[in-house]
């Protein structure tokens, strides 16, 4: 069964910093020339999941939800199987479960933020921001 584990997620006070890694076999990069997307998405207590940041199967582009533009970066490392989310200057409103998931479609030319179009989930990790 494909797996994504996530990790790096922690407490931080506000304007912290912390950095998520996204890893495991369901990300496959260049298996069998089979290549994914991969999102972030987090969903805080009572409220609905969220797309936070996407990035293309080949890192050519990536995508934000305006809250976190400027402030968060999504990158890849395709020799190492893994895919990072970088969050600098974090708020309050940033405090949320995050999870990774791997795009459905092999070499999707843009970036989805629905989380239907994405096939593998991790577990996700807590972030949690303190005033």
């Known amino acids: 069964q494909e797996q994504l584990v996530e990790s790096g997620g922690g407490w931080v006070q506000a304007g912290g910093s912390l950095t998520l890694t996204c890893a495991g076999p369901?990300?496959?990069?260049?298996?069998?020339?089979?290549?994914?997307?991969v999102a972030w998405f987090r969903q805080a207590p009572g409220k609905q999941r969220e797309f936070v940041a996407g990035?293309?199967?080949?890192?050519?582009?990536?995508n934000y939800v305006d809250s976190v533009k400027g402030r968060f970066t999504i990158s890849r490392d395709n020799a190492k199987n893994t895919v990072t989310l970088q969050m600098n200057n974090l708020k309050p409103d940033d405090t949320a479960v995050y999870s990774c998931?791997?795009?459905?479609?092999?070499?999707?030319?843009?970036?989805?933020?629905?989380?239907?179009?994405?096939?593998?989930w991790g577990r996700g990790t807590q972030v949690t921001v303190s005033s």
């Open positions: 998931a791997r795009d459905r479609q092999n070499r999707r030319s843009w970036i989805s933020s629905e989380s239907a179009a994405y096939q593998y």
């Open positions: 369901g990300l496959r990069i260049g298996y069998y020339g089979l290549t994914y997307g």
């Open positions: 990035i293309k199967w080949d890192g050519g582009s990536t």
